[in-house]
């Protein structure tokens, strides 16, 4: 069966300190994967996607995350945390046709001053 | 450009009423989704439609729920009768084309409240 987890509910880090998000999936085929962000009020935005090639993906806001197959998952990282970065961030995973699209449950991040 | 639009943006009703959602999404955009996102959770994708024809629906619980997209443009989701767990915000969004390295783009949503 096909699923995505964020094993981590919520995340606080200090602003300016460095940030990593987990993500986990199960899926049969090539997964087609994404984070995005959700701000209070906000639609979701697409920070970043991977499809295939470099295993090490550049979004907006500097953001990256980076794919690896062996342990299924698609991490983000920030090098240096903003206030504005306080939301919460959903993973998730798709086939190239869209038949199906799944997110995680998300993680929310707080930012302390 | 002018984004996904939703209304309304709120929405309370009691169990049994029934409710429906409007969505406009960006000019020229064929593919149309609408999730729903049970507080705590993330979306959950309802249907797709490309143009005004259902791609996918396998997740759209049919006894209550039902969508259209008439003319290939804006949509209408549709619940009658709700339930108390159909509370949840109603996202809807859209992309240029089908498949998974299209970009969607996301409306603010409908929060739905049945009491």
């Known amino acids: 069966a096909q699923s995505v987890t964020q094993p981590d509910i919520h995340i606080t880090v200090s602003e300016g300190a460095s940030l990593e998000l987990r993500c986990n999936y199960s899926?049969?085929?090539?997964?087609?994967l994404f984070w995005y962000v959700q701000s209070p009020g906000q639609g979701l935005q697409l920070l970043l996607k991977?499809?295939?090639?470099?295993?090490l993906v550049q979004g907006i806001k500097g953001f990256e995350a980076e794919f690896k197959r062996s342990q299924s998952s698609f991490n983000l990282r920030k090098p240096s945390v903003h206030w504005s970065d306080a939301a919460e961030y959903f993973c998730a995973v798709g086939a190239y046709n869209f038949n199906k699209f799944y997110f995680g449950s998300g993680t929310k991040l707080n930012v302390k001053p | 450009e002018a984004g996904v639009a939703q209304s309304p943006r709120y929405k309370i009703i009691e169990k049994r009423q029934s409710v429906a959602f409007w969505c406009n999404p960006i000019?020229?955009?064929?593919?149309l989704y609408w999730y729903q996102q049970i507080l705590g959770q993330g979306p959950k994708l309802l249907i797709q439609?490309?143009?005004?024809?259902?791609?996918?629906d396998s997740q759209l619980p049919k006894d209550r729920f039902s969508a259209e997209r008439l003319k290939g443009v804006d949509s209408t989701l549709k619940i009658q009768p709700a339930k108390l767990e159909d509370s949840a915000v109603y996202l809807c969004?859209?992309?240029?084309?089908?498949?998974?390295?299209?970009?969607?783009?996301f409306g603010p949503g409908t929060r739905l409240l049945v009491l």
């Open positions: 000019s020229g955009h064929a593919t």
């Open positions: 899926y049969g085929a090539t997964p087609y």
């Open positions: 439609f490309q143009n005004n024809g259902v791609v996918d």
């Open positions: 991977y499809f295939s090639g470099d295993t």
């Open positions: 969004a859209s992309s240029l084309e089908r498949g998974s390295q299209e970009t969607q783009y």
